[in-house]
């Protein structure tokens, strides 16, 4: 793994600038460790004040991510990403993910926030943006732009817009009126900039990513029922083989490590946030049997359920991750 740059080693002096002032306000609004909500519709706030041992895992929603302070791994399915200092993620999909806090410190901590798409708000602003959007010419690092996480270098102007629209935390009374258009900034900043065609893609009614996010809706919604492809080949209109193919492009997994990741992820947040027992939580999520359960557990997280659980009691105030 290739270490992130720390922040003073950010090419531009403005930049630099911004983000010690987006962490600034970050820290302000996310004292605690772990996840920070907002009163802004959708903006969440993350702090990790030590990078940490084990993985934790996450549903990532559609959503814009962006680190102002510290560095992050994120696993998906057989793709690593690295992240720091501006770097902006983007999920066009709901996916599964595992990550690491890599770069944390109490004096300097792990800070990012997160800002939740709604897909209607994209397909909204690329049709009164016009054709011309459509027609985009993808940047060179989005050869995989079918993948439903990327990341890129945030550029200076989506930093300004995202910083706006967490300094409206300092004037609650202006929210409601400037924070759908400090969202619509950032969302038009992502569309036109180099991360902006896996939003696209996620609009366009007919685009491989489109047709795969219906399908990951009904897994999300019947992870636990017993899954059959064919029946969602038919739903996204596209033949057995060609789902198969653009589920893996665009979630690097097949649709039944999809539902796997799924069910795990779930059984782990039952364990950890509720205390179920390992066996109740594998039954609540659709595994016949515990011992199957416990050996695809610790396939993915590294150890068997109890001692996993153990350590992430200790590890992670909250389940979800910027």
């Known amino acids: 793994m290739t270490a992130r740059p720390p922040l003073h080693n950010l090419p531009d002096p403005e930049l630099v600038h911004l983000a ?6 970050i820290q302000k609004w996310a004292p605690n460790e772990g996840l920070n909500t907002t009163s802004i519709a959708g903006l ?14 996450s549903i990532y929603d559609p959503s814009l991510c962006l680190i102002a302070q510290g560095a992050k791994t994120i696993w998906l ?4 990403l690295d992240y720091g200092p ?17 770069q944390a410190s109490p004096e300097q901590p792990y800070l990012g926030l997160k800002l939740t798409i709604d ?8 049709l009164e943006l ?9 940047h060179p690092e989005c050869a995989e732009s079918a993948c439903g996480l990327g990341r890129v270098q945030a550029e200076k102007s989506q930093v300004e817009a995202m910083l706006r629209l967490l300094k409206l935390l300092d004037t609650p009374a202006d929210a409601p009126i400037l924070a759908p258009l400090a969202r619509r900034e950032i969302l038009y900043r992502a569309l036109t900039g180099e991360i902006g065609p896996r939003l696209r893609k996620l609009a366009v009614a007919d685009s491989q990513v489109h047709r ?3 399908v990951i809706s009904v897994l999300k919604d019947r992870f636990s029922e017993p899954l059959r ?10 033949s057995e083989s060609a789902l198969y193919h653009s589920f893996k492009q665009v979630t690097r997994m097949s649709p039944l490590q999809f539902q796997k990741k799924l069910r795990l992820h779930e059984a782990r947040r039952l364990m950890v946030a509720q205390g179920l027992e390992a066996a109740t939580a594998s039954f609540r999520v659709g595994y016949e049997s515990p011992s199957h359960f416990s050996r695809e557990y610790s396939r993915l997280f590294g150890n068997p359920p109890r001692a996993d659980v153990v350590k992430l009691r200790g590890e992670y105030p909250e389940t979800a991750r910027a």
């Open 229 to 238: 492809v064919r029946e969602l080949a038919d739903m996204a209109n596209m």
């Open 212 to 214: 795969v996010s219906k």
């Open 77 to 80: 399915g057989d793709r690593e």
């Open 44 to 57: 969440d706030l993350f702090r990790a004040n030590s990078t940490n041992s084990c993985m934790g895992s």
């Open 119 to 126: 897909p209607q708000e994209v397909t909204d602003l690329m």
């Open 130 to 138: 016009g054709d011309a959007i459509l027609h985009m010419e993808d």
């Open 20 to 25: 010690k002032t987006l962490s600034r306000q």
């Open 86 to 102: 501006l770097s902006c993620l983007v999920s066009s999909v709901h996916l599964p993910v595992l990550g690491k806090i890599t």
